[in-house]
């Protein structure tokens, strides 16, 4: 090659990427976890709202590109966090009500059996999952006590389990009026998203005696608690079963 081809072809214009498109060599399905699990725990801790996505990628070490190329906006990232855990929680819930249902025991399906199956996946996820495993469920509590787009988040991603939740309870408490078994969700789910977030609060109030972190203790007393308001509001003549 010429002096003149060399320098010619130095000078021609470089052919740009696409924005935010990965590079071969990187592996996206790791770069966009990274980005998720950055975006989680920064959601968990600071809110929609105040989180930008440059903080996002700081935190990821990704290009901010990156995160537009993978999920548009700041929103569907939000969406994509919020959905990547609860698929799992659907899942398991949905099978823990079914194992129940189908082997309940000696005694057979109970208000308490089918509430513990709908909170354990919960609570071995706390235990066991990590720290991450808390963030999401902060963002939970954020998201259902949000008046603006709470509602219609928490639906879109759980509805359907909530759903065969209600319906294993009408099983077993067939007298019960459908508002009142909705009215009792309605109560159970802010218990539990209260008790999930971990806020500190039963510590202080408790002077140390409880602590918001002890899922132990949670666990032991929050299928009974929430059985007896399903059981005076759905069936109040009935008597009280034994688990």
Not at 152 to 163: G, K, L, N, S
């Amino acid at each position: 090659m010429s002096m003149a081809d060399t320098r010619a072809r130095a000078l021609r214009p470089k052919r740009k990427r696409k924005p935010g498109r990965p590079h071969k060599s990187a592996s996206t399905a790791d770069a966009r976890e990274a980005i998720l699990d950055a975006a989680e725990a920064l959601f968990a801790h600071h809110g929609l709202e105040t989180v930008s996505v440059r903080e996002v990628s700081l935190k990821a070490h990704v290009d901010t590109a990156l995160v537009h190329y993978y999920f548009a906006t700041k929103r569907g990232l939000f969406e994509a966090v919020f959905g990547r855990r609860a698929e799992i929680l659907n899942r398991q819930r949905i099978e823990a009500i079914d194992a129940y249902e189908a082997s309940p025991g000696p005694g057979g399906v109970t208000i308490e059996g089918l509430i513990d199956a709908f909170l354990r996946p919960l609570f071995d996820a706390s235990v066991s999952g990590g720290p991450q495993w808390k963030d999401y469920f902060a963002i939970i509590a954020q998201v259902n006590n949000n008046p603006d787009w709470g509602g219609e988040t928490m639906a879109r991603f759980f509805d359907p389990v909530i759903r065969h939740l209600i319906a294993a309870l009408k099983r077993a408490l067939p007298q019960a009026k459908d508002e009142d078994l909705f009215w009792s969700y309605h109560f159970l789910s802010g218990a539990l998203t209260l008790t999930f977030a971990q806020t500190g609060r039963i510590d202080r109030l408790s002077d140390g005696l409880c602590k918001s972190s002890d899922f132990e203790a949670a666990s032991a007393r929050l299928s009974r608690y929430i059985a007896a308001g399903f059981r005076a509001v759905c069936a109040p003549d009935a008597k009280a079963s034994k688990r």
